[in-house]
């Protein structure tokens, strides 16, 4: 699939990741206060790796209204939720735990006591419960945080891989190296309000260039084919000077201080 327009968003290149991370938190804190603040709740969806780390630990710090705050996760390796490799397990111990958000305002994808494929149906569900919205309708979270992989994936949205072409579900089968994973579908990625994505390091720089070059196979570079879904949506590109050498020249983008 060769999408032949690179995506439309605003690129911000910070001079590292702490102040990658203090724009992520600006980013978010606003997008959950102006959801609160006009329909009573805000939603998000978390990315897991490395890289959002940081900035759960500052969320751990925010004084939001956490009661009308839902959280969700835009994908989850299929493991128990205290393995180490589990997104769930990473939130909670740098966020999650250290805020009186309600229990039943954090929304885990299942991955105990369900096969790969019936734990996706089931997260759809739970997206349809929570969000109100009836089948065939996509769920608008005012907040999708994703990162990308050296390898150009988002979410569990990997290279070559079946998921990138499910647009007719909210959540799907992902797989890396044949281990399965949950990840939420294209379709539910570009209704975000805000779509975040948080990317460090020189590692990211190769995929970057795929991403925002004026043709290229995303179905190699899955990043890419985010696109927001309209103009009502907002998709910015949170990256380092390191990972920001990636970004072909003719690619405008904002370089914060
Ligand atoms: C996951 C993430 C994944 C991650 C990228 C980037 O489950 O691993 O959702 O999509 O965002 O792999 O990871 P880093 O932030 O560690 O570079």
Redesign the pocket.
């Known amino acids: 699939m060769t999408s032949l327009s690179p995506p439309i968003a605003t690129i911000e290149v910070l001079p590292d990741l702490a102040a990658l991370v203090n724009r992520a938190y600006d980013y978010v804190h606003q997008q959950l206060q102006q959801g609160i603040a006009q329909r009573g709740q805000a939603t998000l969806a978390l990315?897991?790796?490395?890289?959002?780390r940081p900035l759960y630990e500052r969320l751990a710090q925010a004084d939001l209204a956490w009661s009308q705050i839902q959280v969700f996760w835009?994908?989850?390796?299929f493991v128990p939720p205290d393995h180490p490799d589990s997104?769930y397990r990473m939130a909670r111990q740098a966020w999650l735990d250290h805020v009186p958000l309600p229990s039943q305002n954090i929304h885990p994808m299942p991955t105990v006591g369900f096969d790969p494929e019936t734990a996706a149906a089931h997260y759809a569900q739970t997206l349809q419960t929570a969000f109100g919205t009836a089948p065939g309708v996509w769920p608008q979270f005012d907040v999708m945080l994703?990162?990308?992989?050296?390898d150009g994936?988002?979410?569990?949205l990997f290279p070559g891989t079946a998921a990138l072409d499910v647009r007719d579900r909210l959540v799907t089968v992902g797989e890396k190296s044949g281990e399965p994973?949950i990840t939420l579908t294209y379709p539910v990625l570009q209704q975000s309000r805000l779509i975040l994505f948080?990317?460090?390091?020189a590692s990211?720089q190769a995929a970057l260039r795929q991403i925002f070059a004026p043709q290229a196979d995303a179905a190699q570079y899955p990043a890419r084919a985010v696109q927001a879904a309209s103009s009502e949506n907002n998709l910015v590109w949170l990256l380092d000077s390191a990972a920001g050498e990636g970004i072909p020249e003719n690619i405008a983008i904002v370089r914060s201080t």
Not at 146 to 150: C, E, N, P, V
């Open positions: 990315s897991g790796g490395s890289t959002p835009g994908d989850e390796r997104n994703l990162g990308m992989g050296d994936h988002t979410a569990s994973r948080m990317a460090a390091g990211k």
